[in-house]
């Protein structure tokens, strides 16, 4: 079927072009002539060559933010800011369905869930458009004979790194409340999904940003991610990855300049089902919260606890509606689409063979799917594990594919107590018709963001960030815009 569906000429006129990396508002080929392949995951084939961004073109693009900076950006009014950012949001909504096919190609999702990803990407730079007129400081009336005043101003130039999982979505995050604070940025996608990036490159040309505002690179962690990482001419760098590599850039800072640094990290989010829930609500959702884009979602309610008294006919439910979930090529439009590549193909089934090993019952799944037309892809059908052990691997570390492990619970405090028992605190819901037991859970969960009947909630307004391990720094919102400032204190006496 995915053969049948027709590329728009864009998206055929962009694929055919040389890939480049933007630098002071030119597409350069990289100093050292390197490309690597970007790979649809469908079907292994090869879409196009991307430029391999070594230290020396790192330095190309920093500098040109400094130079853009400190020459031009911060001297532009915040309402032409606004109008260059809702001008971007007018574009990326004109080229919708080119950047919807280029991140269905490069990253397998279904096309249906790359829309959805692109209407977030227009409503941040609508929202955050708003906002670049309206940072504002605070008078402090302390003294009658001085102006104590604050004002916030913008760090310079920052660094974004972004995953694949949702490559423009997760860049968009970063570069809306970056340019509406009046930063200049070096944009760096992740190496197996650098496509979607690199034609918002072009729409922010067109919609006439002045050189080296933005600046894309493209490249793998090591060397293009670390360069950024370690670079003295950068004020901020903003990551959204996995923990590891949080800490590794956290590890970085202590021995470069001081850089503030936002990490938004891995998670294994509890997902909590009391026996006086709405079972109905519970069964429409739960296949998704455990299984959305192939489960490489940060946010995926991964560890399930159901009361004891509903567990078998919870299960029941989910096995029957993960079942009837579509699994196919992006393009077809299915429900979930393939894993990443064969390396995140190869850790997930590790941890369902470490699941096996270590004796939690695998209920469904488990395998790669080898149906013809799916052969040449990384697909895996919804898999679950039921087990009474959280100590096993496959409850502690985060999966990053279509794994849920199911387990039942007896008491409130139980359950609070297991919830909580995990190196992570990225998001976590709950299911009860009790208000009073759902905020109590609430208050309870050590979580930067907690659903009650529901999932996956997000709104540009609306802060998201995890506790513990899960991340430092809350992004979306009022918060974003205080990792894009900072504060400066101004005491003028009389
Ligand atoms: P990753 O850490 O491997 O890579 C993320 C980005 O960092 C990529 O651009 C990569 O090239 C770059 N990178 C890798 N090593 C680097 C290094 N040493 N120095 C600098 N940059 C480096 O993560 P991933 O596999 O791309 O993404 C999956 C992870 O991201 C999961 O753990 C997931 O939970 C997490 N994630 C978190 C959120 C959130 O909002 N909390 C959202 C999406 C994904």
Redesign the pocket.
């Known amino acids: 079927m995915s053969h049948s569906f027709t590329l728009s000429d864009k998206t055929i006129a962009f694929l055919k072009e040389p890939k480049k990396l933007l630098i002071h508002g030119q597409w350069v080929a990289p100093l050292n002539k390197q490309y690597f392949a970007a790979i649809n995951p469908s079907n292994n084939q090869e879409i196009s060559q991307i430029p391999l961004a070594e230290s020396s073109d790192v330095d190309h693009a920093v500098d040109s933010a400094n130079k853009s900076f400190e020459n031009h950006w911060k001297t532009v009014s915040a309402v032409e800011k606004a109008s260059l950012m809702f001008r971007l949001a007018d574009l990326i909504e004109r080229d919708q369905q080119t950047l919807m096919e280029l991140e269905t190609l490069d990253n397998g999702k279904p096309l249906s869930k790359a829309q959805y990803d692109m209407d977030a990407c227009i409503h941040h730079f609508r929202y955050y458009a708003g906002w670049a007129t309206k940072i504002e400081g605070a008078t402090y009336p302390v003294s009658k004979d001085a102006l104590v005043y604050t004002q916030k101003e913008p760090l310079g130039v920052v660094g974004l790194?972004?995953?694949?999982?949702?490559p423009l979505m997760?860049a968009s995050w970063k570069l809306a409340p970056a340019l509406a604070c009046g930063n200049c940025c070096v944009l760096?996608?992740?190496?197996?999904t650098s496509l979607s990036a690199l034609y918002l490159g072009k729409l922010i040309q067109e919609a006439g940003f002045p050189k080296g505002v933005v600046n894309i690179i493209t490249?793998?962690?090591?060397p293009?991610?670390?360069a950024?990482?370690r670079h003295q001419q950068i004020d901020k760098i903003s990551?959204?990855?996995?923990?590891?590599?949080?800490k590794?850039?956290s590890q970085?800072n202590a021995h470069s300049t001081l850089k503030r640094v936002s990490l938004?990290?891995?998670?294994k989010s509890p997902n909590v089902i009391f026996s006086d829930a709405d079972i109905e609500k519970v069964t429409q959702s739960l296949h998704w919260s455990s299984f959305y884009n192939t489960g490489?979602?940060?946010?995926l309610g991964s560890r399930v606890f159901i009361q004891k008294t509903i567990f078998d006919q919870v299960i029941d439910q989910l096995i029957k509606q993960s079942k009837k979930l579509s699994i196919g090529h992006g393009l077809e439009n299915p429900d979930l689409g393939p894993l990443i590549d064969q390396g995140q193909f190869k850790h997930v089934m590790d941890y369902i063979k470490s699941g096996q090993n270590e004796g939690a019952e695998l209920i469904c799944g488990g395998h790669r799917l080898n149906d013809k037309h799916l052969k040449d892809g990384y697909f895996m059908g919804p898999t679950i594990f039921s087990h009474q052990n959280d100590r096993l691997k496959i409850v502690n570390e985060?999966i990053?594919g279509p794994v849920v492990v199911v387990s039942s619970f007896d008491s409130y405090d139980q359950v609070i107590q297991r919830a909580n028992d995990s190196p992570y605190g990225?998001a976590a819901g709950v299911w009860t018709q009790s208000h009073s037991k759902a905020l109590q859970f609430a208050n309870d969960v050590k979580a930067g963001t907690v659903w009650i009947n529901g999932w996956d909630q997000f709104s540009p307004a609306v802060p998201?960030?995890?506790f513990k391990d899960?991340?430092i720094g809350k992004?979306m919102g009022k918060s974003a815009i205080d990792l894009y400032t900072q504060e400066k204190t101004v005491w003028l006496n009389y």
Do not use: A, D, H, Y
């Open positions: 790194i972004v995953p694949w999982n949702f997760i760096k996608p992740s190496e197996k490249g793998n962690g090591n293009t991610g670390i950024l990482v990551f959204t990855g996995s923990t590891k590599t949080g590794f850039i970085q938004e990290l891995g998670g490489q979602e940060c946010t985060e990053f990225l998201f960030g995890g899960s991340g992004e």
